[in-house]
């Protein structure tokens, strides 16, 4: 157990939904980030946060978005979903002040319809 | 950006057999950790090795960050052992933490 939880585990919806994932990091990490994992993408990066501030953007269509709440947990919101967003969508916390060391939660598949 | 090459893509092995898997850097990195995907899906870590040698059980990586490129060695290997192994890095010149991923060696052990 890495000790990040990601909830749901399994998410089926519609095409044009929105869907929220919901994370919540290791005791004492400040860093939350979020990939994504497609069969033609492979694992990619999506948005860091930390502390409740974003910290850098990678792959991250513009009808998704996320937040870091005060407790440290975070939220990624798929909105307008279509069938390729379907992909299992990872969490992950590192420590604060090293080793920078993600540990991966189990994720959140997603199938759209 | 920095470009990780993994390799082999697929890996058939008889229970019993050794192997390595080899991650290639396109520029220096920090950060490099290798990870376990389960076929349930989930991401296990199996070593943060930015450099040297590290050993776990039947399972050991070495990391030579001047050539760019990192090992994983799993020996007597297991059923268990079947899924895909990646490795990831952050970019040396990055200000972020975010990961780049390989495209990963799937590992089928046969009994």
């Known amino acids: 157990d890495s000790g990040v939880t990601q909830t749901p585990k399994h998410l089926i919806t519609a095409t044009g939904q929105r869907v929220t994932l919901r994370c919540s990091p290791r005791s004492g990490d400040l860093s939350v980030y979020w990939y994504q994992q497609s069969l033609d993408q492979g694992l990619q990066f999506l948005i860091h946060y930390y502390n409740g501030e974003e910290r850098a953007k990678g792959n991250i269509l513009e009808r998704f978005s996320a937040q870091q709440f005060p407790d440290l947990h975070s939220e990624l919101n798929l909105s307008s979903l279509e069938l390729g967003d379907s992909a299992l969508y990872f969490c992950?916390?590192?420590?604060?002040?090293?080793?920078?060391?993600?540990?991966f939660g189990a994720g959140t598949r997603l199938s759209v319809l | 950006g920095i470009q990780v090459e993994q390799s082999p893509p697929d890996l058939i092995l008889q229970e019993g057999a050794n192997s390595t898997l080899r991650c290639n850097f396109s520029d220096s990195v920090n950060n490099l950790q290798w990870f376990h995907q389960n076929p349930w899906g989930q991401l296990i870590n199996l070593f943060y090795i930015p450099s040297g040698t590290k050993q776990n059980g039947r399972l050991s990586a070495t990391t030579v960050a001047t050539e760019r490129y990192s090992l994983l060695y799993i020996s007597s290997s297991q059923t268990t052992d079947s899924g895909v192994y990646f490795c990831?890095?952050?970019?040396?010149?990055?200000?972020?933490?975010?990961?780049?991923f390989g495209q990963g060696t799937t590992l089928q052990v046969k009994p």
């Open positions: 992950a916390s590192s420590p604060v002040g090293g080793p920078y060391i993600q540990y």
């Open positions: 990831a890095g952050r970019g040396g010149s990055s200000n972020t933490g975010k990961l780049i």
